[in-house]
């Protein structure tokens, strides 16, 4: 069963930087799409960055210029989301998102808070 497990959450002050982490367990299949949502307080998920295999990235207007989704290149199956210049309205869940053979997985999802 594929697993992925979201790290890298936490308290930050606005302007701040976090970088979260997703792993997804050794028995996923090649991923065609690996993306980042986010879930705040009384809002739908949204979508925040999306990137595929062949390396195309697509961001919400939101956190153009301010985050960045890349895969670890050590480990194929470690994905990163560099937020930088850190907003209140950034404050969110975060939940990775990987698509693999047709089957979509979601992560647990992980608290990001940024106090202005």
């Known amino acids: 069963q594929v697993q992925l497990v979201e790290s890298g959450g936490g308290l930050v002050q606005a302007g701040g930087s976090l970088r979260l982490s997703c792993a997804a367990s050794s028995s996923i299949l090649s991923i065609n799409v690996m993306g980042w949502y986010r879930q705040a307080p009384g809002k739908q998920r949204e979508v925040v960055a999306l990137?595929?295999?062949?390396?195309?990235?697509?961001y919400a207007d939101s956190v153009e210029g301010r985050f960045t989704i890349s895969r670890d290149n050590a480990k194929n199956t470690v994905y990163l989301l560099q937020m930088d210049n850190l907003k209140s309205l950034d404050t969110a869940v975060y939940y990775c998102?990987?698509?693999?053979?047709?089957?979509?997985?979601w992560g647990q999802g992980t608290q990001v808070t940024v106090s202005s």
């Open positions: 990137i595929t295999s062949g390396g195309n990235t697509n």
């Open positions: 998102f990987m698509n693999s053979g047709g089957n979509s997985y």
